[in-house]
C-alpha cells in the first residue's frame, strides 16, 4: 500500500466534492478508511439513471471511489477512466454527459443485484485505499425550505416555500430547513457498522445542507453518529457563503448541526482560520458542541475554496495524535 501506515480506522461521511477532498487526505493517514456517501442527487448523468432504472444515484459514489485510488500508474488510469465523461457532438448520443464510473458503478449493482456488492467489486478493480458505502441502499431525495419575499406593490412577510431536490435546494437560496424522503428509509447496514466500529468520524467538508446535513437526518444514522464510541471531527468548509448558506457564518455553520442533532457531540473540530471570521464566537459555539478547534492553513495555494490534500492530512494527523496523547481511542 506504498508504505501508508495501517493507521486508526475512520469512517468519513459526505457527498461530492467535499467528501472528495477529505478522502484525499485520509488515505495518506490510513488504509482502514470507509466512506459512507450521500445518495440524493437528482441531477445530471447520476439524476438520469435514478429516473431511468430507479437506482441509487452513483456520481457521489463515483466521486468517492476515484478519491480512493492509489497513487500509481494504475490507480491514476482507473480515476480517470471513472471520471471520464461522454460528450457527443451536439448531444445527439444517449450517452452524452454520463460519466463511465456512473455506468460501472449501475452494471455492477444490477449484475450482482446488490449496490454495496457492486461498490466492493468497483473497488477491487481500482485497487482502492479502502471502502465505499451508499448512506442507504433506497434512492433518497431532499427537501428544503427557504424564505420567499413577497412580491407586489404592499410587500408583505415572506412566505415559506419547500424545494424539492438536491439540484435545485442547491441553488435556492438560504435553506431553513432540510428533510430526506422517505424520512423513514433504512440506512445501510454495513456503514452503521462501521460507524459503530470506527476509532474517528469525519464528517464534512461539503455543501452543507445537501451533503454534511443528511447524515445527521437520516434517523438511524444520527443514531449511530451518537451512539459510537468513536470519536468525532467536523472539517469546516472554505467557502462559508454559499447559494445554500447565504449570508451564514462558519459559527452559523455549527448551529445547524445543534439544530438538527442536539444530542450530536464533536471532540474537534478544523478549519482555515481565513474562513471563520470571528474566532472567538466560533470557538464558543464549537466549544457547546464539545470540540476543541485546530485552526490551519488547509486551504490550497492555487484555488481559494479546495482543501489541499497534504495540508488537510496534516491536520487530521494532528488531530488523531491529540487524542493519543490525551488518552484518547479505543
Given amino acids: 500500500m506504498g508504505g501508508v501506515p495501517k493507521g486508526p480506522t475512520v469512517v468519513a461521511l459526505g457527498g461530492g466534492h467535499g467528501l472528495s477532498a477529505s478522502l484525499a487526505a485520509l488515505r495518506l493517514l490510513t488504509t482502514e478508511l470507509t466512506a459512507v456517501v450521500t445518495v440524493a442527487d437528482d441531477g445530471g448523468s447520476s439524476g438520469r439513471l435514478r429516473e431511468d432504472f430507479g437506482v441509487v444515484p452513483p456520481g457521489d459514489l463515483r466521486m468517492a471511489l476515484a478519491a480512493l485510488c492509489d497513487d500509481t500508474d494504475w490507480g491514476r488510469t482507473w480515476r480517470d477512466v471513472m471520471q471520464h465523461r461522454f460528450h457527443s457532438p451536439a448531444g445527439r448520443s444517449g450517452l452524452d454527459n454520463h460519466a463511465m464510473g456512473n455506468l460501472l458503478i449501475v452494471t455492477l449493482a444490477e449484475l450482482l443485484g446488490d449496490i454495496v456488492a457492486g461498490l466492493r467489486w468497483a473497488g477491487a478493480l481500482l485497487g482502492a485505499r479502502g471502502q ?13 425550505d427557504v424564505l420567499v419575499e413577497s412580491s407586489g406593490v404592499h410587500g408583505g412577510p415572506p412566505r415559506r416555500e419547500t424545494i424539492r431536490g438536491q439540484a435545485a435546494c442547491a441553488v435556492a437560496g438560504r435553506l431553513e430547513e432540510v428533510r430526506l424522503v422517505p424520512a423513514d428509509a433504512p440506512a445501510c447496514p454495513e456503514a452503521l457498522s462501521a460507524i459503530e466500529y470506527a476509532d474517528w468520524i469525519v464528517l464534512g467538508p461539503g455543501s452543507w445542507y445537501t451533503s454534511v446535513l443528511p447524515h445527521l437526518t437520516l434517523p438511524e444514522t444520527r443514531q449511530a453518529l451518537c451512539d459510537t464510541p468513536a470519536r468525532r471531527c467536523l472539517t ?15 459559527a452559523d455553520h455549527l448551529r445547524v448541526i445543534q439544530r438538527a442533532a442536539p444530542e450530536f457531540r464533536v471532540d474537534a473540530v478544523i478549519a482555515d482560520d481565513s474562513s471563520v471570521g470571528d474566532p472567538g464566537e466560533f470557538e464558543q459555539v464549537a466549544g457547546e458542541l464539545g470540540a476543541e478547534v485546530f485552526f490551519g492553513r488547509v486551504r490550497s495555494s492555487g484555488q481559494r475554496s479546495v482543501h489541499d490534500p497534504l495540508r488537510l492530512a496534516g491536520a487530521y494527523h494532528e488531530v488523531f495524535a491529540s487524542a493519543g496523547a490525551a488518552g484518547g481511542g479505543r
Fill in 132 to 144: 465505499v458505502l451508499p448512506m442507504s441502499r433506497v434512492p433518497l431525495m431532499i427537501e428544503g
Fill in 236 to 250: 469546516m468548509n472554505l467557502a462559508v457563503d454559499t447559494r445554500e448558506t447565504t449570508g451564514m457564518s462558519a
